[in-house]
């Protein structure tokens, strides 16, 4: 299996995949002053290709800066007490990072045989891929709570708000704990069946030494 089938297997399982996520008519963040043309999305890591900015309800030209921060520029500068506002599809996570968890999954399933760490998911065995595949989205998940805790004092969330009350954020923060959690118990289910599979309780240890206790008391 390579990383590109790899990575979309996970972005399916994580709902990440390319449409998953749209933005319509969203408001972007930037100085609506008649001078400035530099704005930032909301959301991050958008998909540069379905982007379309928007002053007064009406298309104007626009280019992608940065597809990770959301920066944009707009050809011309809106006027004062104009609306600017964008539509996109955007997504959690980049290729890269989902490469990184695959390979941790990888590791934490206990057996691989690469040199190099790396590329350690592609180097497990067949029927560990989808234990490192659950502990990969759980890590996923993790890295994503961390993410919106961060977020939530960041400047940008202060002036959008996103209609999360305090109430509703934490809902989310605990949901997303919750399935956290149950990609972990999937992942350690998976893993442990494979080794029961082989007559094992789990992976085998390296270097562990077996003793017997001695036993104190009266001989008999």
Known sequence: MSYSTAITELRQLLG???FHKKATNKRILGAVDGVNTLFFTYDKRIMTNTFQAFVNGVE???????????????ANAPDINSKVNASYYWRFWLDE???NFLNKGA????????????????????GLKQAAL?????????SLI????????????????????????????????AQAKSFWDEAVFHRDDFYKRLGK????????KTVKLRKYGAFR
């Open 16 to 18: 990440d995949t390319e």
């Open 60 to 74: 104007v030209q626009a280019n992608v800066d940065d597809e990770i921060k959301g920066q944009i520029t707009l």
């Open 97 to 99: 990072e989902l490469q």
């Open 107 to 126: 590791e934490s399933t206990g057996q691989f045989t690469s040199l190099i760490p790396d590329n350690a998911y592609l180097s497990i065995q067949p």
């Open 134 to 142: 659950f502990f990969a989205s759980n890590m996923a998940i993790k």
């Open 146 to 177: 961390q993410f919106m805790i961060n977020r939530r004092h960041s400047e940008e969330f202060l002036l959008e708000q996103d209609n999360n009350s305090d109430s509703n954020f934490s809902s989310m923060i605990t949901a997303l704990n």
């Open 201 to 208: 309780r789990n992976a085998p240890a390296f270097g562990v």
